[in-house]
């Protein structure tokens, strides 16, 4: 008896949404070295944090392949790309990396709708908050990075970013837990 039960093209898109996880941690452990090699600690901190998590969405694909039946298919993950040239930089290329992620999840929870896999549904509708979440934490960043001068930012500035991100947390407070009483 065929205990799969994904559909082929959902399985196919897990599992490619698996590796894209895999080369997210990649491209954070590779700008958390960079700027571990520029003296930024904290920035580097908070980079490896990330790649760590990254790494963790890559075994919750897993697992779920494996629990829902499927078979897990490990690729090659792709070379991370050119290193940042500051850290301005840095964070716009994290930025632009999230949001492709993002729209890769998005492509994957519409067609788990599509097929009216609603497990798949259910079990990416988590990502779709953390994707908000990741996204929101790195506009935060950049906003920061551009209010210190954005490439031109001055070491004192960058300074004082690198010193706070050694204790931001990992997540971000997102719109839809406001409310009229905290905002």
Request: with cysteine; hydrophobic share 35%.
């Amino acid at each position: 008896m065929d205990t799969n039960r994904l559909s082929e093209t959902i399985c196919k898109a897990l599992n490619s949404q698996m590796t894209k996880e895999a080369h997210a941690s990649q491209i954070y452990l590779a700008y958390a070295s960079w700027a571990d090699a520029q003296g930024y600690e904290g920035i580097a901190n908070f980079l490896f944090r990330h790649a760590n998590e990254e790494r963790n969405h890559m075994m919750k694909f897993l697992e779920y392949i494996l629990q829902r039946g499927g078979t897990v298919k490990i690729e090659a993950i792709p070379d991370p790309g050119p290193l940042p040239v500051s850290i301005y930089d840095c964070f716009q290329k994290t930025f632009q990396q999230e949001v492709d992620n993002t729209e890769s999840i998005y492509k994957i929870v519409k067609q788990s709708f599509d097929e009216a896999d609603w497990a798949s549904w259910n079990f990416l509708q988590w990502f779709v908050k953390e994707q908000t979440e990741e996204e929101t934490l790195i506009m935060n960043m950049l906003d920061k990075l551009k209010i210190a001068g954005g490439d031109k930012a001055s070491g004192e500035s960058l300074y004082s970013i690198d010193r706070d991100l050694k204790s931001t947390p990992d997540e971000a407070e997102l719109a839809q837990e406001k409310t009229v009483e905290q905002p």
